[in-house]
């Protein structure tokens, strides 16, 4: 084998293993934005259909208010579950 193509091949070589962790890198970032994507398309969905539960909340307004109340509890705990979920694959795909 020549010099030349030695050469050419530790270069094809080195290459090969420096992209390997970019692509990988890159579909993490993919898979970590699809899901982050998904949870919120999935809040706001919920958000609206509360919302047009409240609009035509038909009981007492103390019941409308406590409706309401709830709606947003279990909006932000979904959001806080979310959040730390997706922490949590953040981490694990760091650690991998």
Do not use: I, N, Y
Not at 21 to 46: E, F, G, I, M, Q
Not at 69 to 77: I, L, M, T, V
């Amino acid at each position: 084998m020549s010099t030349q193509l030695k050469m050419m091949m530790r270069l094809l070589a080195f290459a090969m293993l420096t992209a390997a962790p970019a692509v990988a890198r890159a579909d993490d970032d993919l898979k970590d934005d699809s899901r982050r994507d998904a949870h919120d398309v999935k809040r706001a969905v919920k958000k609206a259909g509360d919302h047009v539960a409240e609009a035509v909340c038909t009981g007492t307004e103390a019941e409308c208010a406590a409706e309401k109340a709830r709606h947003r509890r279990r909006e932000a705990r979904q959001k806080a579950h979310d959040k730390a979920e997706e922490a949590k694959a953040e981490v694990e795909e760091k650690v991998k």
